[in-house]
């Protein structure tokens, strides 16, 4: 199954904004944790939930931590 990488970035941004932790000038290479939009582990967790629901996988579970949307995008692409 291939899952559209525009449509991934979409539900990630959803999520950050929702949040209150999408930064102005958000791209795909603004860390998702610390100095970018500062998700927490609870947060992360929860992202991870979303993603798997939403796309059947996610890179968490499978044992990735992506630094970046782009990173999160690089697994679907891969997958």
Known sequence: ??????????TVTDFLAEL???????SGTTPL???GAGLDSL???????ILEDT????????G???????ELLGFYAAA
Do not use: I, R, W
């Open 1 to 10: 199954m291939t899952t559209d990488s525009a449509a991934v970035e979409k």
């Open 20 to 26: 209150g932790k999408l930064p102005e000038d958000f």
């Open 33 to 35: 944790y610390a100095d």
């Open 43 to 49: 947060e992360t967790a929860e992202l991870s939930a």
């Open 55 to 62: 796309y059947g996988s996610d890179p968490y579970s499978a």
């Open 64 to 70: 990735e931590l992506p630094q970046t949307l782009d």
